[in-house]
């Protein structure tokens, strides 16, 4: 990892993103029922989990409106929600007040143009894999994995590791699994 990367997700304690192109791939099946269809990772979901096990707080600023991404949100204990916003930057600024957080406390994951003025403030701006051109020459980062594909988690695992809780999460995990197996073990 960079050094001025590493310095930067050091001092992070909010992980703020987009949902579409970032948490999916960016593909949207509209119902006719008005309803949409988005396509989650499985690893994106479970660092989110571990984001907030670890004390990180988390947010979704998006430009469109989804039940769907309500459900997600509230499975994978993320913290703060920002639907139907054209200007993400006020949402921004808001969940900062709420978290008495500075810019540079903030990462911010995007992949297109809205996300840019959020990620010029954050302290660790970062672009999926296959974000437009523009986004990623504003990053400090650009992730291995694209949007929807694990990115979020590449995202989390890298402030983790900087900041020298991913061992901890990790051994509290296997500490669980020995628990797990130990209670199964007695109870034959």
């Known amino acids: 990892m960079d050094e001025d990367v590493r310095r930067r997700a050091q001092a992070i304690r909010v992980v703020l993103m987009d949902c579409d192109g970032v948490l999916t791939d960016g593909r949207i099946i509209l119902l006719p029922e008005g309803d ?16 907030a096990r670890a004390g990180l707080r988390t947010g979704v600023i998006t430009i469109r409106h989804s039940r769907t991404l309500e459900r997600r949100v509230a499975e994978v204990s993320v913290h703060h929600l920002y639907q139907g916003i ?10 900062l007040r709420e978290e008495r957080a500075r810019d540079e406390e903030v990462a911010y994951i995007g992949d297109d143009l809205p996300d840019l003025p959020p990620m010029r403030r ?37 402030i983790l590791k900087a900041q020298g809780k991913w061992e901890v999460v990790l051994a509290e995990y296997l500490a669980e699994g020995a628990s797990h197996n130990a209670c199964e073990a007695g109870g034959r």
């Open 36 to 51: 949409d269809v988005k396509l989650f990772d499985a690893h994106d979901g479970q660092g989110l989990k571990l984001a």
């Open 86 to 95: 054209e200007r993400k930057l006020e949402a921004y600024e808001q969940i």
């Open 122 to 158: 954050a302290g660790l701006a970062v672009a999926v894999a296959n974000a437009v051109e523009d986004v990623k020459r504003a990053a400090h980062y650009v992730t291995q994995r694209e949007g929807g594909r694990g990115a979020v988690r590449e995202t989390i695992e890298l």
